[in-house]
């Protein structure tokens, strides 16, 4: 699951230590889910400040046995209330930098607040890595149509899909044989590829460039398989799906939905397009920059039905749109790398 | 043409001194022109350092005597080749700095880049204004509609209109007596106006939230009329229109376009979209927000064509779209403020 470097991507070193501190909500411990569901390989173990942490299940470290172990970055799995790191766990990941680990961080507050995470990774000659704040910078989007092929995943809504999708799209296509890179434009699917451009950060002018960069020429028969971001449905977000959607010049789509959702999350007076107005406008923004995108298939969030449910909101689904529907957390992504590739 | 103070926005202070250097191609001297064009009792006058440099006609003077005539900003007009200001120029820009006056600039090298220049402001208790770098942060959209009525010009490509048509249509409503406000997005709009937020700046996450403050609640009566920037249509930039679109709400939309122009400007792989096609689209993304948008009227850049060719393009696009059409530059604005009281 690792990418090839880009200019100016972010570059993460692997293997990973997750540093989890003392929180014990799992709902704040996403991060950390994620990065032992999707890249386990790449993961020596955690290192948990109390006894009471959220457990991922994987061996507890400290920070000298996570380095003895091979760890190159200790990443932060998770989101304190406010977004700042006490001073206890300032003082983990100092001794982490110190020990030569780079410090990995998703929150919105920069790791060089801490001044002894500052001091202690000069002292170690490792790097801060602040994901939300990458200071990469790119050029406008040209419209410059590239080679390879390339799939996004795109959604009716945001928070119901896109990353895992794209996750498992891409595993699919390699067990299948098929050259394919997942591309990360968030920070979780970053730190799980380990490398990415986190493209709701980037100044709106370059956006569209960001996402060109992002996944450059390929070989024909190669499949970059881009992860999405917010949704043209969204009042907030929609300006970043619209530049992602110009720059990644999909050749396919994958709209990602979830059945049970009426309305944008936490905005109750925003209903949720039906999916074939969805479909229907993807397609149209998508043909300015190829003008053979289509919507190839539908992933669909049954995480809340029996299996009986899913499987008829799948057949649901193909029966209006007419393409292939899975959801690919419970049936596989089969069906979607059958419908990219067909 | 002024704006009241928001939170957040970049605020001006007037009137201006405008800063032309040497430069000698009026290409170069868009800003000036625009400032001399747009909000000529706000400007004291011109200072030149060549006798060559272009000429606004507007009266030539020293910093001390600008300073002398009031003036509590100098706006540099010209933009280098590059980017970058002459040491020369730095030299009297720190002296207006020295004097007491604002130095405001749209160029990409910041002012603090010039240390006599940061030193002179720190003596002359007077701000460095880099339109490009505002520093300002505001949260994501809401999406919560707003009392008061707006207008937001849009367009099928950059740099045909949106900003002239929006000051002509404020500067119309107003002299009907209505309650009108221009709210500038771009750094010459800002510079016109002394007020706004420069919406491609802003990182892609914000800008609809940026679009929200920019146009807050106001009288039933009151119309926003709001400088569109980019295009849904341009590879480049369809990211930032698109967020301000979101966040702007508009209840009438204009439509500006250059008849002559059959390709995107600099891109000849994009045709332009047809007047249809690009009236669709934005009341489609538009009605998001705001159940209610709509194009109202359309405003034709026939800068190039005879007064005949150029009443026969409007009559043909109020025939093809069904809505009133005027160059507002050339037959005034006053159809476009029926379309959008109508």
Redesign the interface.
Known sequence: MTSPSILGQINLRKPYAIFMGDVTDPASAKTGFGLRDWCRADVVGQIRTSDDAVDLGLPDMSVGSAATAGARSIIVGIAPDGGRLSEAWATTLASAAAAGLDVVSGLHTRLEAYPIVEAASKAGGSRLINIRHPGLTFG????RKRSGQRVLTVGTDCALGKKYTALSLAAELKSRGIAATFRATGQTGIMISGAGIP???????F???AAEALSPDAPADHWDVIEGQGS??H??????T??LV??SQPDAMVLCHDPCRTS?DG?P??PLPSLEVAAR?YE??AR??NRSARVAAVSLNTGSMTAEQAEAALADVTRELGVPATDPMRFGASPLAAAILG
């Open positions: 406008v989007g040209t419209g493209i709701d950060a980037m100044v709106a002018d956006v569209a460039g043209l449905f009042p907030s977000y929609a300006a970043v619209l530049g110009h720059g944008v905005l007076d925003y406008l149209e923004v300015l920059t």
